[in-house]
Nanobody, 122 residues
């Protein structure tokens, strides 16, 4: 499966952005999809996952209550709505997919898209 992320940009602290990730190549509902991010000088970290049927979501603690992951399997697209953004959310965000469930500390997802830059100014 190929993944194409979009929607990054520059926003002030407290603002919002919505990232999108379009999947192609295979029916996206076969895959759990989600997002990782990597800030400058830091390790890549898990952000969120949504299962193929859209029934289950899971977030890293630092984004709970602020970020919402969703998907539209008819459009083969997954979204990450990011609200109340903080400067520490600044990172390159990567769309990911795998048939296996992934989370912080798990084996990395098999499929990765190109990153999209999110910059939050204070």
């Amino acid at each position: 499966v190929q993944l194409q992320a979009s929607g990054g940009g520059l926003v002030q602290a407290g603002g919002s952005l919505r990232l999108s990730c379009a999947a192609s190549g295979r029916r996206s509902s076969r895959y759990n999809m989600g997002w990782f991010r990597q800030a400058p000088g830091k390790e890549r970290e898990f952000v969120a996952i949504i299962t193929g049927d859209g029934e289950t979501t899971y977030y890293t603690d630092s984004v709970k209550g602020r970020f919402t992951i969703s998907r539209d399997n008819a459009k083969n697209t997954v979204y990450l709505q990011m609200n109340s953004l903080k400067p520490e959310d600044t990172a390159v965000y990567y769309c990911v997919a795998d048939t296996l469930f992934f989370y912080s500390g798990s084996s990395p997802p098999r499929y990765w898209g190109q990153g999209t830059q999110v910059t939050v100014s204070s």
